[in-house]
């Protein structure tokens, strides 16, 4: 144990340590510790007095038991008396416990803030300090309305210390993060930009932070914050090294204070003022020249500051986007780091590289790194390096680099990380796809994808280049005979099969003229992988090969003689079996003119959003794109392959005149269509992939009517049970949403519990709780019948924009439920940003052999992320009055639904979210309620008022938002209401 | 703005851990158990950045002890590794010849160091001088080291 040198160390704690140290098992520290707490449990509940000093011991060791990673569940109001000490070390031992150990626990955060707020009023600048750090520590929104009000004041306060005003600065800006509502600069915006002129200069690198938050969400209000942000770090980067004193670190003039002014200036385009601009782009051209100066030390702190200020200022160049001259400059630093000797700086040119890519000056120039990036893709010893060289190569590809580009990224996937191989595949796939010139490439690129890295493509790939090939009739020939090639390896992918299935089921006809891809030929082909492949695909080959009898007549026996085969016709998976016997059915019963029109080509699919496109943008986790950057990719795209691809579509246009829509650019970036993605579920490849298409299938296998077997054939699906299912409900596409969806999605606006849907098989409880901008939902689907459900799988999507508005997970139902059971689902939801339409549930299951297919919309409203906002009467008006542009506003005026009685209203508003506030209108007979609605981009304050006239039955609904779509969805779903 | 930061030793044990938004303490757990494998596997002489999840990852081995912190986007790798420096610093300062022990016994100081330093997640002083004032100044309010010697262990 070491001797305690400083302070008051408490010999008690000081043991209790030493005791934990020396344990040799975990169950002997485990008993140590509970032998602790309950000493302590007795000290704190005997009948005598503890003195200050024990409380502090005992709080600190419980502390310090928390920290080992046990549970505390007693002690928080021993913490909280030791706050009204006198004695600075117990105070101070108080509020580190509550910072660490807080719950919302209300009865105690009253007494908090009591203690809070005599330490904030006491004038003694180190409990001021301790106050403000605990507020800031704990920043729960009871601790926003306590002090929002207070701690400006204290900011700008005259006769403030300088080490309070960098507390209240930073204190203040964790409350706006928490409670913006709450936090009003108004009258105080002004004299908080000028802290940036304060002497103190770590007042200034406080309060800098708060700054530049507030400028990004009121760019207009701090706008004067530009020329001051200048003229300091003017200052600063034309000082001497010791100028600044202690604010220098390792030769460099305050670094952190730097950083944060070109930070801050990001917020904001380049300065319209020209003697403003010009000093800047002087700070900016001083800072690039700094680089290339001798280092003043040999330590790696100086190089770090000295670059970290450079990579800060080569940020603010990129945002710009205006100064072709530092672009360059920009872009050749970075060039010269791309071979730097230390990783940290190759990691960091790497990834700044990545965004300059986007800049129609700099491209070229980051384009002439190419070789040195392929071979910090080959050479780097470092994962994360290679993740962003992989980053950057995907982000400079273009079409005159693309095969080199993509060449590359193959041969590196042969030896990939497995943390990466998936996220590499997608590029390739999109990289393959978007800079296709000649088709051939583009499928042979995909084929080596599946042949490398066949696990880690996702169906979204091998999706993707079935549509890619159906739609392009000049190059099916070429994929059937390059897949029929693939697929004589001997271990070939189970994707690989896939492919292959689905391609030569179409096109098969096309190579078997060659005696060597002869009808036959190929259907052994096929058939020697089907024994080794997953139910899927083997379903999915059984289709190619009921295809294969109609496209070559003379394997029909061959093939019937397979499906007729024991393991096929009574195979022990339902879907096998049951296709087995159909597709065996079909070919002996249809004519050839049935068949022909049953089994006929794929029509082109309708061009769409890339499916793997949307699938790397969902896709987050280590390395992955940021949508961000996809969405620069896609600016590049156009900045470079516009032109030319302008040339090449309508030449790819000409030779493809008999396919509908001949867009070159099949990832559709430039028209980004909205449409559904539809997340394939799992269970039939085959039928997947019809539905991708957008055929409607209807004709396929039902309408056959058997015209001499009993009615109870498998063939006819729909017969049987299928009176009580929808019409909608025999079709396996998702079926549309059902009419009355709206209806039952009102139903849910001002609740979070009920029913969501019955009918006479099945009904769908839910329950839903929000916080801030999540949601859980729990759904529960209750089996109304004796019979089982089986198969049931349920799929949530999220149609055309709101995607990228809503984050939805879900977990997997069991696929069967019991007659009378019920199964519950819970759904994960996250607000990302505003967003009007609803997600979708579609349902499926079998219920005695027939299908239902239903569609509803899930009742996730924007209102659910409300969260109530008090104010008082004159905060009230002025907020209304701030909200005054006309598209802020939405109104309605509409007929009463309802009985106009004013509880049922009141806990209608309540039910959505709102602080509904007493008071405030001069009407009594009105309603305003407000609120924020909470998201993760933005946070959006909303206003409401709701006049009801009683005499005209009528409603006058008018609602304030700082974001105009709120407003007007706000509107349109509350007038359903009342 | 920096989420959290973490001091833990080659072998995994947590010796310090500072959150700078209100999570659960499931989550808390899951990332401290993220932090310490993804950190530990790598390999000497790579480099101190990754990406996780959303986050920045900036870490930094001081002989037994790793550093660690979580960062947004738009902050910068290097300062924060001289963030993680100037804390070391200032222990050092504070300790003279700061080691791991130092850490586990007075846990509680290194809390109270780092939030002169750091607060809300944005650093508030980064002058070592004014620093070790108040820290300083603080300790000037406490006991006698008589005092301590006086009082009961238990």
Not at chain 1, 280 to 297: F, M
Not at chain 1, 921 to 938: L, M, S, W, Y
Not at chain 2, 136 to 148: C, G, V
Request: some cysteine.
């Amino acid at each position: 144990m070491p001797a305690v040198s400083k302070g008051d160390g408490m010999r008690g704690l000081a043991v209790f340590i030493s005791d934990i140290r020396n344990c040799k098992s975990k169950e002997a520290e485990i008993k140590r510790i509970n032998k602790e707490l309950a000493n302590i449990r007795s000290k704190f509940k005997g009948d005598k007095a503890l003195d200050g000093y024990s409380k502090k011991k005992y709080v600190c060791k419980l502390l310090f038991i928390f920290l080992l990673g046990h549970d505390i569940d007693f002690g928080h109001m021993e913490a909280v008396n030791l706050l009204s000490s006198n004695k600075y070390t117990e105070k101070q031992i108080g509020y580190l416990f509550i910072s660490v150990l807080v719950n919302s626990n209300s009865e105690l955060i009253r007494l908090i803030n009591n203690a809070i707020k005599n330490d904030l009023s006491s004038r003694n600048p180190t409990f001021m300090c301790l106050a403000l750090h605990c507020i800031a520590n704990v920043g729960s929104r009871e601790m926003a309305e306590a002090f929002a009000g207070e701690i400006p004041r204290i900011l700008v306060a005259g006769d403030t210390m300088d080490s309070v005003k960098q507390s209240a600065a930073l204190c203040l800006l964790r409350l706006y993060k928490t409670s913006p509502d709450l936090v009003l600069m108004g009258e105080w915006t002004s004299r908080v930009v000028h802290l940036l002129n304060d002497q103190h200069m770590g007042v200034v690198t406080a309060a800098i932070s708060l700054i530049t938050c507030l400028s990004q969400k009121n760019p207009d209000e701090f706008k004067t914050c530009v020329s001051l942000a200048v003229s300091r770090l003017s200052r600063i980067v034309s000082s001497a090294s010791t100028d600044l004193q202690d604010y220098t670190y390792y030769f460099v003039p305050a670094p952190w204070l730097s950083c944060k002014l070109l930070r801050l200036l990001q917020c904001y385009p380049p300065p319209e003022d020209g003697a403003v601009k010009g000093r800047l782009v002087e700070c900016l051209e001083t800072i690039l020249n700094k680089a290339q100066e001798p280092p003043k030390s040999k330590k790696v702190q100086h190089s770090n500051a000295k670059n970290a200020i450079l990579f800060e200022a080569i940020s603010l160049i990129i945002h710009y986007d205006s100064e072709p001259n530092l672009l360059v400059r920009a872009c050749n630093q970075l060039g010269q780091f791309l071979q730097h000797r230390e990783t940290n700086l190759r990691y960091l040119a790497l990834e700044s590289m990545c965004t300059l890519a986007s800049s129609e000056f700099s491209h070229e120039a980051v384009k002439t790194h190419i070789e040195t990036v392929i071979n910090a893709l080959k050479t780097e010893r470092d994962v994360s390096v290679r993740q962003r060289a992989a980053d950057l190569l995907y982000a400079m590809c273009d079409r005159s680099n693309a095969k080199q580009i993509v060449a590359e990224m193959l041969s590196y996937l042969e030896t990939a990380d497995y943390s990466i191989r998936e996220e590499m595949v997608l590029k390739v796939a999109i990289l393959a796809e978007k800079y296709a010139v000649d088709y051939s490439w583009y499928v042979d690129t995909i084929l080596n994808l599946i042949r490398i890295a066949g696990d880690y493509v996702s169906e979204e790939v091998w999706y993707r280049v079935i549509q890619i090939v159906i739609n392009r009739d000049d190059v099916q020939g070429y994929a059937a005979k390059t897949v029929f090639e693939a697929l004589q390896a001997p271990a070939c992918h189970e994707n690989m099969v896939k492919v292959g299935g689905y391609i030569l089921g179409e096109f098969g006809n096309l190579i078997a003229g060659d005696p060597r891809s002869s009808p036959l030929v190929q259907f052994n082909l096929l058939h020697s992988k089907f024994h080794l492949c997953s139910v899927p695909t083997r379903a999915l080959l059984l289709s190619a090969y009921i295809k294969f009898i109609n496209l070559f007549p003379e394997t029909k026996s061959t093939i019937q003689e397979v499906l007729r085969s024991d393991s096929q016709i009574r195979n022990s998976d339902v879907e096998l079996q049951q296709r087995a016997v159909e597709y065996l059915k079909l070919s002996s019963i249809a004519s050839t003119d049935v068949l022909a029109t049953v089994l006929e080509e794929m029509p082109p699919f309708p061009e769409r959003e890339s499916s793997i496109l949307a699938k790397l943008k969902k896709k987050k986790g280590p390395g992955a794109v940021s949508v961000n950057e996809l969405e620069e990719g896609k600016r590049e795209g156009e900045l470079n392959g516009g032109g030319e691809r302008g040339g090449d579509n309508s030449g790819i246009a000409a030779s493809n005149a008999s396919t509908p829509s001949p867009s070159a650019d099949l990832l559709g970036l430039r028209t980004v269509p909205p449409v559904t993605a539809a997340a394939p579920s799992a269970g039939s490849l085959l039928v997947d992939v019809f539905s991708e298409a957008g055929v409607n299938d209807d004709g396929f296998l039902r309408d056959l009517e058997p015209p001499t077997e009993s009615s109870d054939s498998l063939l006819a699906e729909g017969s049987g049970d299928s009176d009580s299912a929808p019409p909608s409900a025999v079709s396996e596409d998702p079926a549309p949403p059902l009419p009355e969806s709206n209806e039952l999605l009102n139903k849910f606006v001002c609740k979070n519990n009920g029913v969501l849907f019955e009918n006479q098989l099945l009904q769908i409880g839910i329950k839903s709780e929000y916080r801030q901008n999540l949601g859980r939902m729990y759904l529960f689907y209750g089996n109304k019948t004796s019979v089982q459900f089986v198969t049931f799988t349920t799929t949530v999507t999220c149609p055309g924009e709101l995607q990228s508005q809503l984050n939805v997970q879900t977990k997997t139902v069991e696929p069967l439920i019991e007659g009378g059971a019920q199964v519950q689902q819970v759904i994960n939801i996250e607000c990302l940003t505003d967003f009007l339409d609803a997600p979708l549930l579609n349902i499926k299951f079998r219920y005695g052999g027939a299908l239902q297919n239903l569609t509803l919309k899930l009742p996730v409203t924007i209102n659910k992320f409300f969260q109530p906002t008090e104010m008082a009467s004159h905060d009230f008006f002025q907020r209304w009055k701030q909200l005054s542009q006309p598209q802020q506003e939405a109104q309605k005026i509409f007929k009463a639904n309802h009985a106009m009685d004013t509880e049922v209203l009141k806990a209608k508003l309540l039910g959505l979210g709102m602080a509904l506030l007493e008071n405030v209108d001069p009407n009594p007979e009105n309603f305003v309620c407000a609120g924020v609605i909470q998201t993760k981009a933005q946070q959006v304050g909303s206003l409401l008022r709701l006049e009801p006239n009683a005499q005209a039955q009528m409603y006058r609904l008018t609602l304030r938002s700082s974001k105009d779509t709120v407003s007007q969805r706000l509107c349109e779903l509350l007038a359903e209401q009342f | 703005m920096m989420h959290f930061l973490l001091l833990f030793s080659r072998q995994g044990k947590l010796r310090l851990q500072k959150w700078f938004l209100p999570l659960p303490e499931r989550e808390r757990k899951k990332i401290v158990k993220d932090m310490t494998t993804m950190v530990l596997a790598r390999k000497p002489r790579t480099c101190n950045f990754m990406h996780w999840k959303d986050l920045k990852i900036v870490y930094k081995r001081y002989a037994s002890l790793y550093f660690c912190c979580g960062l947004e986007n738009q902050d910068n790798e290097l300062l924060a590794l001289e963030i993680l420096h100037r804390y070391v610093e200032l222990l050092d300062k504070y300790f003279g010849n700061v080691c791991e022990l130092d850490i586990i016994f007075n846990f509680e100081k290194a809390y109270f160091i780092l939030d002169e330093f750091l607060m809300g997640g944005e650093i508030q002083e980064t002058s070592k001088q004014s620093i070790a004032k108040s820290v300083e100044a603080s300790d000037m309010l406490q006991e006698t080291m008589e005092e301590y010697m006086s009082k009961p262990a238990f």
